[in-house]
């Protein structure tokens, strides 16, 4: 036992000092809060500050009415014919012609959109939205709806989600704050189970071919030695997840208080409709717009989601999946004589993580309580990343539990699996490793 | 202290050691000589407890080789390294600490085997700063540090060159002094004739030959020797001895010859004394490259 605590220490420690840990650890977070900075500086700004003008040549005699300008688009009616306009568009001082011809109300056809930079989905859609909406006034006011039934008509809708707690009690959430949640969790998950699993590989692989490996287990038993590697990696990704939990949250507090201006600030209080601050007091005035405004929303969903619950069931699925494939890792490593041969290894243990990864960002962020989700986050390969996606969602306790269990069982397992491989693997040198001699080295006794 | 009882190993599809028992007295230098791919490094890997034989015992001082015997011996193997990124004195201390010592008694001891192989500044520098021979030198200390009772080293003179060599032969033999026991594996036979007090040889997964050195020797003896002598007398035709080889020298003429019969070397003597002027005399005692070279062929 102590062999192996000597083990872990080394291998912690040399990766902890190493340059590229102490600026990985470091520099991102600062990336974190320079994207979550510029997310709020947009958000209040608005992504598009610039307003495409759009001339409008109508030759259509049933719609008389004009498109409605807003914030991004402005379309002004002109008299000139199509043909001139195209050829002016360059000197003109619009981004676009719209051609309504004289089209079918039933069938609209033939409109076009000519613009001197290809038109971006959002644009396109905005203008079709208009003609659509300008189309649909038309036939509801031709079979005797008023002008002002039509505008009574229209109202913008925003659900407020709820969800009914553990406990009983409603909770404020927010299918976008847990979609971000999960998307980062699954992704940090991929990211770090990959990471350290290499490592743990490269290590191997390291002192297989600086040859220390048969001075080492004269010492110490094989499995020792790759157990406190496990272990020792395993630390080091705590230590750096740890950090860049501290680090994240302290520098995003600082970045919220040196983005938001006041001015800022004063303005999402003045578009809010539940402006309750009878204090005009700048800091109060800063913090109701942040907890009001339209990301508010998002935050005060964040607030309930239980992050305290989220960070340590995802520490949990780190190590369990880290373990599960980390083991895996070691016997490819110990199989091969170079870092260049492990291709053919890597896919088959890559491929379940890749797959979970794929699936669970698209399938399960979809339907988070469907059968794809609940077997992905039981299955020992996919659960580490599929459970973590599902959590912010909220996932029934025996779930959770189960998947657990499976994941503690199923790391045992490849373990046992891979230090049968790797007790025989690291002492092959020079003979090219293959499925069926790693399948001769398992049933190896002794 | 050693005795090694009927090993068998088998790999997939060879047969590494088949029945091979040997013994090695405590405070003895013992050789385990062979070709390449014999199973030396099968049987050292056993004695280490590296692998398990398939069959047969290993008793290491009255007791089957354990766990706890792990800290009593010292390997150097053949194919060995260091970590490259690590600083020398920490990776010595790692691995002392590994074979049960603790910091404080095994930087006392590091300081003193720095200091005595002229190494004292090497602390803080990293292996990739080292040349090979240096590599060696470090790997030679960790092997030595934790005092084990059984030190087995394979190959310990590859790599280093004749100033440094020496400087580790001195080592072991001091070592030995003091009663450590060694097992010594290699190719070079003059460095088993200098240092080994017995042998085994090993062939084609078997055991063909064990003893003394001296023993061995003496059994492969042949009644041949060598005359250096002045003078134009011709024994080409003698009863007393076959020649086997005649050669000029810068002072007069080298004779090997191998005896007939009964007769001992006295009558040869006798023979020529009267004809030519004698310088020098010796029997010709095959050397262990002979033999090494003389068993494997059969």
Known sequence: ?446 | MLSVRNIVKQYANHLALNDVSLEVEKGKIFGLLGPNGAGKTSLIRIITQITAPDSGDVIFNGKKLNSDHINQIGYLPEERGLYKKMEIGEQVLYLSKLKGLSTAEATKRINFWFDKLEMGSWWNKKVEDLSKGMQQKVQFVATVLHNPELIILDEPFSGFDPVNADLIKNEILELNAQGTTFIFSTHRMESVEELCDNIALIDKSKKILDGAVDDIKAGYRNNTYKIEYKGDADFSDSAIFDVIELTQTKNGKCLKFKLKGNFVVNDVLNMMISKVQINHLEEVIPSMNDIFIERVRK
């Open chain 1, 1 to 446: 036992m102590n062999k192996i605590l000597l083990i872990i220490r080394r291998e912690y420690l040399s990766r902890v000092r190493k340059k590229s840990f102490i600026i990985m650890t470091f520099l991102t977070p600062l990336i974190i809060a320079g994207f979550y900075g510029l997310i709020i500086y947009f958000s209040i700004k608005g992504i598009n500050d610039k307003t495409d003008k759009v001339a409008v040549v109508n030759q259509n005699k049933t719609l008389k009415e004009n498109l409605v300008s807003n914030r991004n688009v402005t379309f002004e009616y002109v008299n000139d014919s199509f043909e001139h306009l195209k050829k002016n568009l360059t000197k003109s001082s619009y981004d676009y012609i719209l051609y309504l011809p004289d089209f079918d109300i039933e069938h609209p056809k033939g409109i076009e959109l000519i613009g001197t930079k290809q038109a971006g989905l959002t644009l396109d859609g905005r203008i079709s939205d208009s003609i659509e909406d300008l189309i649909r006034d038309y036939k509801l006011k031709k079979s005797g709806i008023s002008q002002t039934d039509l505008d009574n008509l229209k109202i913008k809708v925003t659900i407020n989600t709820k969800k009914i707690g553990d406990k009983g009690e409603e909770e404020n959430s927010s299918a976008g704050a847990s979609t971000i949640i999960a998307f980062v969790a699954g992704v940090l998950m991929f990211m770090f189970i990959m990471l350290y699993g290499v490592q743990v590989m490269r290590g191997v692989i390291e002192e297989k071919t600086s040859r220390i490996i048969e001075i080492m287990i004269s010492s110490v038993k094989p499995f020792q030695l790759m157990m406190g590697k496990i272990i020792g990696i395993a630390m080091v990704g705590l230590t750096q997840f740890l950090l860049w939990i501290v680090l994240t949250f302290s520098i995003s507090a600082l970045t919220v208080t040196v983005f938001v201006s006041k001015d800022d600030a004063k303005k999402m209080v003045a578009s809010s409709s539940i402006v309750t601050a009878s204090n005009p007091g700048a800091q109060q005035i800063q913090a109701a717009a942040i907890s009001d405004g339209p990301l508010g929303n998002v935050q005060k969903s964040i607030k309930n989601l239980d992050l305290g619950k989220i960070i340590s069931v995802f520490i949990f699925y780190f190590l369990g999946g880290y373990l599960f494939y980390s083991a895996l890792y070691a016997a490819i490593g110990s199989a091969v004589d170079s870092e260049t041969e492990t291709q053919q290894f890597m896919m088959p243990v890559m491929m379940p993580l890749l797959l979970g990864y794929a699936l669970s960002l698209s399938v399960v962020t979809n339907d988070p309580y469907g059968k794809v989700a609940f077997w992905q986050s039981m299955i020992p390969f996919t659960s580490p990343i599929a459970m973590v996606v599902r959590l912010p969602y909220g996932v029934p306790g025996w779930e959770l539990a189960l998947s657990m269990i499976i994941l503690v069982i199923g790391f045992v397992g490849t373990v046992w699996f891979a230090a049968r491989i790797y007790r025989v693997g690291i002492l092959m040198y020079g003979k090219k490793a293959s499925f069926k001699e790693m399948v001769k080295w398992f049933w190896h006794k002794g």
